[in-house]
């Protein structure tokens, strides 16, 4: 009672103390209505402020742990008159005790035709004290029709956090420290549940800023606040956030290394819906379970459903293969991992889930062609195209000989406005994949890109020449699709 007696004092004697004015202008009073005293229970009454006109608007209320007078504070009706012309109702209401709000949504459950008001989407803002109300109501599942919680300068001690209701908090940077502290444990919290928590601080807002600051940066919280509360009660992102809420708590497991709930998790979603993320997720919590030979599984069928990053799938694939002791897979992982010229050799080398391989042979042999395949690129970027390409040219097995390799250095190239050193490579493929449909089609486009249409419209008929049923589906149609059209634009 100390806290919540010593909250109400600071709260009530400082607003009582000072001038109290809402931070924003008054909105046109042709733009909101308000209607004062509206009884709810005995001797408890509510003002409800709404737009002009006839339309059924969704409710903020502002949540009252029984402060006498809230009401008809100036910054309460401040915030009424806001929320109102933006086109919410706000209800501002009489209270004694906690037990007060329930019989407040009833009456508007009751009147809301009257009112004009939907009740099974309502806000509830709260702030200091009120915060004890507000929060802990909004967290309770058995409170449905509440779609969303705004909280200013206040903590709450919640047994659990919604994951399907939205919270807005506004933390004030220059709260009393002790305060501060108690709530920073609380978003602390929030962050590690993976609430949908939009969290922001006011780092020289003061215990009470919407009435006490008169800045700029201060009436862009306020108008964003209220900006949140019409976005999360209209009616999709409000089930977006329900049908989101499995996920969330799955991935928080996830990032809390509880791996258990994150293979149960996973398993459940995908049970639903095959996804090539929540694959990629369940591969390496069971990875982290030490379930190498499925891990691996899963992590190769989200490749297979395009979740394709090097960092994200094809490392992780390579290491759960190294701890499996499948040298042969890793091997490939390590090999598509390492085709992006983005993933550092020495990174590769020094992570230590791949210490099991780091000495094979074929560890050792991958590590020197990539760094092979590099070093001739430099050599071309840095001026000397005429030595890397004849390297290119020359080489008479391992990486540079493969069409993939080569068609990766030339397009590195014509991305870099490189399109003669480009071509130059393009050519190479060609000469070693005369039946590769791919390569002519790839040296089409350079030549395209370099102004060459005559024999960019050579190149890209010999690729539509060359696709037969012996070509894969997916180079088939993309090959067609792609030269077809440039013979269409060139021609």
């Not at 979740?307 to 290491?319: K, L, Y």
């Not at 791919?438 to 890209?460: I, M, P, T």
């Amino acid at each position: 009672m100390r806290r919540l007696t010593l909250a109400l004092f600071l709260f009530a004697s400082t607003a009582f103390a000072q001038q109290q004015q809402f931070i924003l202008p008054r909105p046109d009073a042709a733009t909101w209505t308000v209607r004062k005293n509206i009884e709810y229970a005995p001797r408890l009454a509510f003002d409800l402020y709404r737009p002009a006109g006839d339309a059924v608007v969704p409710v903020v209320i502002f949540a009252n742990v029984g402060i006498t007078g809230m009401k008809d504070w100036p910054g309460y009706t401040g915030w009424g008159e806001a929320v109102g012309a933006a086109g919410l109702a706000a209800v501002h209401y009489e209270a004694t005790e906690f037990a007060d709000f329930d019989k407040l949504v009833a009456a508007l459950q009751q009147r809301a035709s009257e009112l004009r008001i939907d009740p099974t989407r309502i806000v509830v803002w709260s702030g200091s004290t009120n915060v004890r109300l507000g929060l802990s109501y909004s967290m309770d599942p058995k409170r449905d029709y509440i779609r969303g919680a705004i909280v200013y300068y206040g903590d709450a001690e919640v047994p659990s956090l919604r994951l399907d209701v939205p919270v807005f908090f506004a933390r004030a940077g220059r709260e009393n420290t002790g305060f501060n502290q108690r709530i920073d444990k609380l978003l602390a919290r929030a962050i590690a549940a993976n609430a949908p928590w939009t969290i922001v601080n006011l780092g020289h807002g003061v215990h009470g800023f919407d009435v006490f600051e008169r800045d700029a940066a201060t009436r862009d919280l306020v108008s964003r606040t209220i900006a949140f509360a019409k976005s999360v009660t209209e009616p999709a992102v409000s089930q977006a956030y329900l049908a989101g809420a499995k996920e969330a708590e799955v991935a928080g497991a996830f990032y809390r290394s509880e791996w258990t709930a994150a293979i149960d998790g996973y398993r459940a979603l995908l049970a639903t819906r095959d996804d090539g993320e929540n694959r990629r997720r369940l591969g390496i919590a069971l990875a982290e379970n030490k379930q190498y030979a499925e891990a691996l599984q899963e992590l190769e069928k989200a490749w297979q459903l395009g979740r394709r990053g090097a960092r994200d799938t094809m490392v992780p694939a390579a290491e759960v293969a190294a701890s499996a002791g499948n040298v042969e897979r890793a091997m490939h992982w390590l090999d598509l991992a390492l085709s992006q010229p983005f993933v550092p050799v020495a990174e590769v080398r020094n992570l230590p889930k791949l210490a099991p391989i780091v000495n094979t042979p074929a560890f050792q042999k991958l590590i020197a062609e990539v760094e092979e395949q590099r070093n001739v690129v430099k050599t071309i970027e840095d001026g000397k195209a005429a030595e890397g390409i004849a390297i290119l040219k020359s080489a008479k097995n391992g990486r540079l000989v493969r069409e993939t390799v080569l068609n990766q250095i030339a397009y590195g190239l014509l991305n870099r406005g490189r399109a003669a050193d480009a071509i130059a490579v393009f050519r190479i493929t060609t000469d070693r994949y005369p039946q590769s449909p791919n390569a002519w089609d790839s040296l089409s486009e350079a030549l395209e890109r370099s102004g060459a249409k005559k024999e960019a419209v050579a190149a890209a008929r010999k690729a539509l020449a060359l696709l037969t049923d012996n070509v894969d589906a997916p180079t088939r149609e993309s090959v067609r699709a792609a030269s077809a059209a440039r013979v269409a634009r060139l021609e």
